[in-house]
T-cell receptor, first 112, second 114 residues
Framework: GENVEQHPSTLSVQEGDSAVIKCTYS??????FPWYKQELGKRPQLIID?????GEKKDQRIAVTLNKTAKHFSLHITETQPEDSAVYFC???????????FGTGTRLQVFP | DTAVSQTPKYLVTQMGNDKSIKCEQN?????MYWYKQDSKKFLKIMFS???????INETVPNRFSPKSPDKAHLNLHINSLELGDSAVYFC?????????????FGEGSWLTVV
């Protein structure tokens, strides 16, 4: 069935370094790829998304890249700060439906 | 002004009981969802309603019954609770569009079955 794999499961970086989280998906008809950030005890919140007609999107310190041929997409966070520490989830739409398949999450820790 | 609100936030109950979680959204969205997040943080969709009609029903035990009285509300009723039902249940909403919809989550309801 539809599957989204996410790596790594945990990631520790020093403040100021960059962090990269990668996801691969199986449904070639997927056309929407959001990223959610979930702080401890809080709800997942959208931080950036990309649609299949775009290869890259940037918003200040975060960027997402999409390679539709290889069916993978990545989240890049530059100049990390301690408040970036959270669990990050990638997701891919099931075809062009509203159903999202979530990755297994990456726990990012940024040490001061 | 909370966009997607769900109650209760915390619920501790005994096995075998029946409980409900309520959800309301004031975003004017036409689609609402219930997601389950287990202890390993995996997020899985359970149900999706569009304009009060069920459109996604994942493989969820029939002890779970969603009810949507109108497109701003989607409640979740759980019968005969089991230990394995302990999880965080997130309500969410979105506006259906062809090129992917942004899903907005509620604060979550922490269910503990003892």
């Amino acid at each position: 069935g539809e599957n989204v794999e996410q790596h790594p499961s945990t990631l520790s970086v020093q403040e100021g370094d960059s962090a990269v989280i990668k996801c691969t998906y199986s449904d070639s008809a997927s056309n929407y790829f959001p990223w959610y950030k979930q702080e401890l005890g809080k709800r997942p919140q959208l931080i950036i998304d990309i649609r299949s007609n775009v290869g890259e999107k940037k918003d200040q310190r975060i960027a997402v890249t999409l390679n539709k041929t290889a069916k993978h997409f990545s989240l890049h966070i530059t100049e990390t700060q301690p408040e970036d520490s959270a669990v990050y989830f990638c997701a891919a739409s099931l075809g062009n439906t509203d159903k999202l398949i979530f990755g297994t999450g990456t726990r990012l820790q940024v040490f001061p | 002004d909370t966009a997607v609100s769900q109650t209760p936030k915390y619920l501790v109950t005994q096995m075998g009981n029946d409980k409900s979680i309520k959800c309301e959204q004031n975003l004017g969205h036409d689609t609402m969802y219930w997601y389950k997040q287990d202890s390993k943080k995996f997020l899985k969709i359970m149900f999706s309603y569009n304009n009060k009609e069920l459109i996604i029903n994942e493989t969820v035990p029939n002890r779970f019954s969603p009810k949507s009285p109108d497109k701003a509300h989607l409640n979740l009723h759980i019968n005969s609770l089991e230990l394995g039902d302990s999880a965080v249940y997130f309500c969410a909403s979105s506006q259906l569009r062809r090129s992917g919809n942004t899903i907005y989550f509620g604060e979550g309801s922490w269910l503990t079955v003892v």
